[in-house]
């Protein structure tokens, strides 16, 4: 029973990696801000009200701030993909070079031939069934 966990785990481990990877982690710290703004706002104000000062762009929080700041870091820490995208081109439509196949000689060679035993008898042959 050990195995069936230790795999979630992987595979969470993997996923929670992808996603990180990806930025995605910053979109659902977004998505939670937005939450609690919704939340707060929520409480003095109506539903509509709430959602309009929520995800009004003159008013963001302090973490929707945090968040814009660490998207703008992340972006400008990748490096150019103008300088390389030549040599990616070049390689995904590099074709490699054709694998040819040789026949090979239709017969043993003559010295595996001498050195095979050789059958002297007739092969058995099961009778037949009634």
């Known amino acids: 029973m050990e195995f069936p966990v230790r ?15 990806n930025g995605a982690i910053w979109d659902a710290a ?10 707060g706002y929520a409480q003095t104000m109506s ?4 959602l309009r000062a929520t995800f009004d762009p003159e008013r963001p929080c302090e973490l929707c701030l945090g968040v814009a ?7 400008q820490q990748l490096p150019q993909a103008v300088e390389h ?6 390689l995904a439509i590099h074709a490699p070079a054709r694998i040819l196949f040789e026949n090979s000689a239709t017969e043993w060679p003559a010295v595996l031939a001498s050195a095979a035993p050789k059958r002297t008898k007739s092969v058995p042959v099961p009778p037949p069934r009634a």
Do not use: D, P, Y
């Not at 700041?69 to 972006?75: Q, R």
């Open 69 to 75: 700041n660490a998207k703008e870091t992340a972006k």
């Open 30 to 39: 977004q998505v939670f801000a937005w939450g609690k703004m919704f939340a």
């Open 85 to 90: 995208s030549a040599e990616k081109l070049f």
């Open 47 to 50: 539903v509509t009200e709430a």
């Open 7 to 21: 795999r979630r785990v992987a595979i969470f481990s993997l996923f929670f990696a992808w996603v990180c990877a």
